[in-house]
């Protein structure tokens, strides 16, 4: 019989594992003006909420400087449709999702905009009972994740199936909880099938009706739990803003996250093991050097989605995904022994899809040397293949063991945070969007059998973190992806925002 793991202690003692080392002085930076946000993109890349001509309010997608996303959980027994129901919201025309080439998404977490705001969605499917620690562990243990990591949870249970003990035992953890709750109870396909909710009235908890495979009522049920959520939480001071660089270090299992901070905080901070997996939790040590200050933040390591057997493990990717939420640079640490795997790949992504400046830390490079020079040349060459999605990424060859190329890690972590917060004048935006598209044109849009140039006619900073740059031009659906990446690069090597994800949003204007 596998071991038995207590989720409810290890969230708790995540909570408690936040420690704080100084070391040297304190620092100060200048601080920043907020920046507005715009509606977000459709699929089809036209804004919601404008019109033909003009721009009219609509909901906000950027993230608020200042505010994290809330995450909302959704829960339940297995076979219930909660991944269903996820990937009707992640696959609608309200998900915020950008097509990265060259990596497969790792859907633990979805970016979606409901009710006027956006929120990380979270699909808790892969915590299924384990056969060997028995369903009520299983179950139980699902809850108290969602309890103690979401913001709001969204309980699903099968409508056919009927009300079951362990929805029952679900639902007794999750009334303990303070958050917003919503009970959704699925597969209430035809409204004659109204009548086997009735029974959930049991539970004693707020309830909606929805069919997640025909979509009705899904969208109107996570709306209404959102709109209980209160404002969004604000962050630690970032930096530019007077705090300190958050620096998350994320990457596989036994990598040397762990001795990576430890060798920077110069002692004994992490438990440190051969064995894949000590780190569960996020921890996070302050730093403060000459240079300024620093808060490592030492992640669990990610697994590929199809390994994380484990609850405990699933509940350590969640931790992982806030860490990048509320960083301002992300490290993806690599195993150069091992080469640059698929799941580094992945690992990325997500830092990029996270909004958020990262750099390549290739770990125990030192092997490579002692063993074959050859070997370090085709590592590199393989590093610099598998991430042509993001051709602009540093890599830094290092080694934890030795401390090799150490001293240049707190640098370039700077240089990043600098270049995610970086505000470009509005003036300066515009002539540089003049000279790149007299550069190189976009393809000229067709309308039936007439063909017109399309036209860029202004372009504005909306915010930070990643910068987002709003591109108002008289035929948005008509612009390529490859005209896209084209203005992203151009504008990366004009400002220096090597490193960190561009985003670029394109508007409807007519030209006057």
């Known amino acids: 019989m596998a071991p038995r793991v207590n989720v409810k202690q290890t969230l708790a003692a995540s909570q408690r594992s936040v420690g704080w080392m100084r070391v040297g002085p304190l620092g100060s930076r200048a601080g920043a003006r907020p920046i507005r946000s715009v509606p977000p993109l459709r699929r089809d890349g036209r804004g919601r909420g404008y019109g033909s001509a003009a721009m009219s309010p609509g909901p906000t997608s950027v993230r608020a400087a200042g505010t994290a996303l809330p995450i909302v959980a959704i829960v339940g027994r297995p076979n219930v449709g909660k991944s269903t129901l996820f990937n009707r919201y992640a696959g609608s025309r309200r998900a915020l999702v950008e097509d990265t080439p060259g990596v497969t998404r790792d859907r633990i977490v979805e970016t979606v905009e409901a009710a006027g705001r956006s929120i990380l969605l979270v699909d808790t499917a ?23 990591e979401a913001d709001a949870i969204l309980f699903v249970v099968d409508g056919k199936g009927g009300l079951l003990p362990e929805d029952e035992e679900i639902a007794r953890t999750l009334r ?226 030795s401390g090799a190329r150490g001293k240049r890690i707190l640098p370039l972590a700077q240089e990043l945070a600098k270049a995610g917060r970086t505000k470009i004048a509005t003036p300066v935006l515009n002539e540089w969007l003049k000279d790149a598209t007299a550069r190189h ?13 399309v036209k860029f006619l202004y372009a504005t900073q909306v915010a930070v973190l990643p910068p987002t740059i709003v591109l108002f031009c008289t035929a948005p659906d008509t612009i390529q992806k490859s005209y896209v990446r084209f203005l992203e690069n151009r504008l990366r090597e004009r400002f220096g925002l090597e490193g960190s994800p561009v985003r670029l949003l394109l508007r409807h204007r007519r030209k006057d």
């Open 126 to 148: 892969g915590l299924d009972p384990d056969p060997d620690g028995g369903l009520e562990q299983a179950v139980q243990a699902q809850a108290e994740a969602a309890v103690e």
């Open 176 to 401: 303990k909880s303070p958050r917003p709750l919503l009970l959704l109870v699925n597969k209430i396909d035809a409204p004659s099938h109204q009548v086997n909710a009735a029974e959930f009235h049991r539970l004693g908890l707020p309830m909606r009706t929805a069919s997640a495979e025909h979509g009705s009522g899904a969208w109107d049920a996570l709306e209404a739990l959102v709109e209980e959520l209160p404002e969004g939480e604000a962050l630690p001071e970032a930096a530019g803003e007077g705090g300190p660089v958050r620096i998350a270090l994320v990457g596989r299992p036994n990598v040397g996250k762990s001795s990576w901070v430890n060798r920077l905080l110069g002692s004994e901070r992490v438990v440190v093991s051969d064995v894949p997996g000590t780190t569960r939790d996020s921890v996070d040590s302050l730093l403060e050097t000459e240079r300024g200050n620093f808060i490592l933040v030492d992640t669990a390591g990610l697994r590929r989605p199809g390994r994380r057997d484990a609850v405990a493990e699933r509940a350590s990717a969640y931790m992982t995904m806030r860490a990048l939420e509320r960083a301002d640079v992300a490290m993806v640490v690599i195993d150069a022994s091992e080469g640059f795997t698929d799941q580094d790949a992945r690992v990325c992504g997500l830092a990029r899809e996270r909004g958020r400046p990262a750099a390549v830390l290739a770990n125990k490079w030192d092997l490579l040397d002692r063993d074959d020079p050859r070997e370090s040349k085709r590592v590199r060459d393989e590093i610099d293949r598998r991430l042509r999605f993001m051709a602009d990424t540093p890599v830094l060859q290092v080694s934890a063991k």
């Open 441 to 453: 044109e976009p393809a000229m849009a067709q309308r039936g059998l007439r063909r017109k140039p």
